[in-house]
């Protein structure tokens, strides 16, 4: 480099790392000042070797570049390389493709949701197949949204199906492909990236509902998945990081060094009791900010993708579904909080009296002493409603805001909903108001156990008012562009469960699945649960007498071939026709009924589950066994697939394979004294004696009132010799389950070796009054009165 004229040259420098040194020369020792240096020149050369080009700024600031950015980016690329290859890690897409039959397809990707949920408490969505290359006569419609949009707790008979039916019959002419994409416990964080993706499968429809997991699902102020309440910018970034597989091993690490979820297993709704909020707690206003981003970035999704939009409000069960919890005001002075509990104790007397009147002034004064106090709200609206008072749809509004665990849209979210529709109102999006509409049509103009079987999650005649609406809209847009209908009257109920194979079986099977949940936590704490409970057993009732009549199970056997026949490839009508005939013991038919389904539908955990459980129950373990495998591969998180496989691996006499799996489920669901019972049974068969009786009263610890591992424990004990120990556990049966014949005898065979044969004889003539038929009983009580006469 030239040096200005004048100018002192530049000394040489030295690169070491980030950091620059001056070289400076030295005069040698033997030099004498004045005297020229010899010359000192390599062999062969004349002149003295060129000094080192300085480095110039740009190339310094270069490798500063690549020190600091590239080199660790290409660290980071090979680790991430690395994860991959030796295959750690899940794939993050919502949609899988998979090729079969010659054409592509797309699937549900079973691993989607470790991006917001702890492994063991994965949620999924139903399983769905649809062409890559959509047919040009077919209407595609996703639906977008959680459990009550899913279908929950019988997708098969879900409001999207009713719309589907309905379509159906109103456009003969057009192929309607509903896609539900819903799934359990997801909120707008979830749906999100959902959305984006559906973006690209040509969907026709988007109907999006979606509103009641806000505040409990990921990120949300009441969550237990993880982070609480986040701004939307950090629940974005934690996302995306997971996209790459070293986000998601810094992630599992993180939550298995932080403890992050202290469930092993999904535990419902119980799960979120001990994080209630309070109606003022400032978090709440970050998850209505998130949920109103997220929403328009979901409808412009939508609307870019070319998709027409329905864009539902929410609507919940407020009449007949008191809050899940109250919080009081902990600053309230000492007098009021005692004034406030006399007013409210006061007001719950009267009410219990149908003094409606006088309750209602006493709840009154409670609600101005701590207005935050949800039940106060909730109990002064049923007495305003018996007192036909048009103040009670307010009174219960307030009740489900202020509602501490926050399981149900609020006012604000619905709000939100409308603020976003009407922003984008003429973009090709229309407005689905089902709170509106839902409630219109209810006694009192509010929704509640007419629509609703609990707080969120639709009846049967819920399910067929919101699918109608639903498809009203679909028709209003079809005719805009074109499509005319062939008539213009809607599917009556009937004919819609005739379409989708809803007989009184399955209606049955849907009832006692509610009632199991309505014993679980926090329903069951609600104050009406047990009224709420004893109408749905009523229900059942009357449908086992319907059942019962001439020709029911002939005719309901006819309506669902009939509905095969008009839709053949339709999975879950074999889904109803295989629990119709299992309900009616026609077991080929139901092993037939679920192998179609595991034909239609590939990687369905249903199918396989059901398949594989009943080809075991049927003395086909060997044949069971795969499928149980294939539905423990795909959701390893629930312990219902490994306790199946076991079962089958325990009939095959595989013991220690049996023993694993019921290890698994054990692991996943701890507390559950069944399976602790169950992998007892398994160290029987391995003669591990001791650690079987261990585990059978570990089972009793957990519950004493599980009566079968009482009496597995009291075989144990009477084999080990222990017969006074075994008595004592076959009574603690027969105290728990006074029908349990098995007990009955060996009791009796227990006393007979004390020489107790009167006892004895009691036990086996009890056997004998409930199975008159059993031979064991026969042979013992005559062995017994045999001993007992006197000797000849």
């Known amino acids: 480099m030239r040096q200005p004229a004048g100018s002192r040259p530049k000394i040489p420098v030295r690169w070491i790392g980030s950091f620059e040194t001056e070289t400076v020369k030295r005069r040698p020792n033997n030099e004498k000042p004045g005297r020229k240096p010899e010359k000192n020149f390599p062999p062969g050369k004349t002149t003295p070797p060129s000094p080192a080009a300085p480095l110039s700024t740009g190339r310094k600031w270069l490798f500063r570049f690549i020190a600091l950015f590239v080199v660790p980016l290409l660290l980071l ?20 493709k998979i090729h079969r039959d010659g054409k592509d397809y797309f699937i549900n990707n079973e691993h989607f949701t470790l991006r917001f949920f702890p492994p063991q408490l994965a949620r999924w969505p139903d399983p769905f197949l649809i062409p890559a290359v959509k047919s040009p006569d077919t209407v595609r419609i996703f639906i977008f949204g959680e459990s009550a949009a899913m279908g929950d707790l019988q997708p098969a008979y879900g409001a999207g ?24 416990a997801i909120n707008s964080h979830v749906i999100l990236p959902i959305a984006r993706e559906a973006a690209r499968h040509d969907g026709d429809f988007w109907v999006i509902y979606m509103g009641n997991n806000e505040m409990v699902g990921p990120f949300g102020t009441a969550t237990v998945f993880g982070a609480q309440a986040l701004p939307r910018q950090a629940a974005q970034l934690n996302i995306e990081i997971q996209r790459a597989r070293l986000g998601q091993l810094l992630v599992a690490a993180l939550r298995q060094s932080g403890g992050n979820s202290k469930n092993t297993s999904w535990g419902g709704m119980e799960m979120f009791l001990g994080n209630r909020v309070a109606p003022d707690d400032r ?10 981003a997220n929403l328009r970035d979901i409808v412009r999704a939508g609307l870019n993708s070319g998709a027409n939009v329905i864009l539902s409000t929410v609507s919940v069960n407020l009449k007949d579904s008191p809050p899940f919890a109250s919080l009081a005001n902990s600053n309230l002075p000492a007098a009021d909080r005692a004034q406030f509990d006399r007013d409210f104790a006061g007001g719950k007397l009267f009410q219990s009296q149908s003094n409606f009147l006088a309750a209602a002034e006493q709840f009154t004064r409670a609600a101005k002493l701590d207005p935050q106090f949800a039940e106060a709200h909730f109990r002064l609206a049923q007495c305003e409603l018996a007192l036909t008072n048009a103040a009670a749809r307010e009174q219960f509004q307030i009740a489900c805001d202020d509602d501490a665990l926050p399981f149900r849209a609020d006012s604000r979210i619905n709000a939100i909903i409308r603020r976003v529709a009407q922003r984008y109102a003429g973009e090709r999006l229309a407005l689905g108001d089902a709170e509106r509409e839902l409630a219109a049509g209810s006694p009192a103009g509010i929704a509640g156990e007419n629509i609703f079987f609990e707080h969120v999650h639709f009846n049967f005649n819920g399910n067929y008012r919101l699918g109608k609406l639903w498809a009203e809209q679909v028709a209003q847009s079809l005719a805009a562009a074109g499509v005319n209908p062939a008539g213009s009257n809607w599917l009556s109920p009937e004919a819609c469960d005739r379409a989708l194979g809803l007989t009184i079986w399955n209606r049955q099977f849907g009832l006692q699945a509610r009632i199991l949940r309505l014993g679980e936590l926090p329903l069951s704490t609600q104050f009406n649960n047990s009224e709420r409970i004893r109408k749905l057993q009523d229900e059942v009732l009357q449908l086992r007498r319907l059942e019962a009549q001439p020709g029911a199970a002939q005719r309901a056997r006819e309506d669902l071939i009939a509905a095969l026949a008009r839709a053949p490839s339709d999975k879950y009508l074999y889904e109803g026709l295989a629990n119709f005939c299992e309900a009616s013991h026609d077991w080929p038919g139901a092993l037939a009924a679920y192998r179609r389904m595991t034909e239609l539908m590939p990687a369905d955990f249903y199918a396989c589950l059901q398949l594989g459980r009943l080809l075991g129950e049927q003395g086909q373990p060997a044949e069971g066994e795969p499928f149980l495998e294939e539905a423990a591969h795909l959701r390893p998180s ?20 049996a ?21 007892g049974r398994m160290l029987v068969k391995l003669n591990r004696h001791a650690e079987a009786m261990a585990d059978f009263r570990r089972s009793i610890q957990l519950d004493p009132g599980y009566w079968q591992a009482h009496f597995e424990l009291a075989d144990e004990l009477n084999a080990a010799n222990q017969p006074e120990e075994a008595a004592r556990e076959y009574t603690a049966v027969l105290n728990i389950n006074p029908r349990h014949v098995p007990s009955h005898i060996k009791l009796g065979l227990v006393l007979v070796r004390f020489n107790r044969l009167d006892e004895a004889v009691a036990c086996f003539q009890n056997a004998l009054k409930i199975e008159p ?20």
């Open 659 to 679: 023993l694993d799996c019921l290890k698994h489920a054990m692991q996943l669901r701890p507390q559950d004294p069944s399976y602790v019972c169950s992998a």
């Open 161 to 184: 199906r009713f719309m589907e039916v309905q379509l159906r019959e109103r456009f003969p002419g057009k192929k309607f492909e509903v896609v539900n994409l819903g799934i359990t």
């Open 773 to 792: 038929d059993n031979r064991i009983a026969q042979e013992c009580l005559a062995s017994a009165l045999a001993r007992k006469a006197p000797p000849r």
């Open 283 to 292: 978090r709440k206003e970050t998850v209505y900010r998130n949920f109103e």
């Open 77 to 96: 690329g090979g680790a991430e390389a690395g994860l991959r290859l030796a295959g750690y890690g899940y794939p993050t897409g919502f949609f899988k």
């Open 638 to 657: 629930l312990p219902t697939g490994w306790l199946e496989l076991g079962s089958v691996m325990l009939a095959r006499e595989k013991y220690a394979a």
